[in-house]
């Protein structure tokens, strides 16, 4: 357990671990659990009353936005963990959660590590 909380210190630690998909039956994290998480994610994302994540990410044009979302979708289908995605011109929106347990899981977190490595252009 200490080498996992060591290597998840970093993003590219969190993003280097891999989604685990939850069966249900475990309490979603709250408090300082969010925060230690949150803090180690940064890069913009922020968690919304306890429950979910979002980031709003800014291109120049629809067709960089677009190829940001299928990297992301291609990512989500590899992960078996699957965001809300908002797509405009310009914009992609992204919010995750634990569905099955309505609020944030460690998963949720190193899905959004795995999101912000992604290449933003093409």
């Known amino acids: 357990m200490e080498a996992k909380m060591e290597t998840m210190k970093t993003l590219e630690g969190l993003a280097a671990l891999e989604c685990i998909p939850c ?33 709003e990410y800014k291109f120049k044009d629809f067709q960089q936005a677009l190829d940001f979302t299928n990297k992301v979708g ?14 405009s011109w310009g914009k992609v929106g992204l919010t995750v959660w634990t569905h099955k347990i309505d609020g944030l899981t460690e998963s949720d977190f190193v899905w959004a590590a795995k999101a912000e490595s992604l290449p933003r252009a093409a």
């Open 23 to 55: 069966k249900g039956g475990v309490p979603p994290l709250k408090g300082e659990a969010l925060r230690q998480l949150s803090e180690k994610l940064g890069h913009g994302w922020k968690v919304v009353d306890e429950h979910h994540l979002t980031k």
């Open 74 to 87: 291609a990512m989500a289908e590899a992960q078996n963990h699957h965001p809300d995605i908002a797509l």
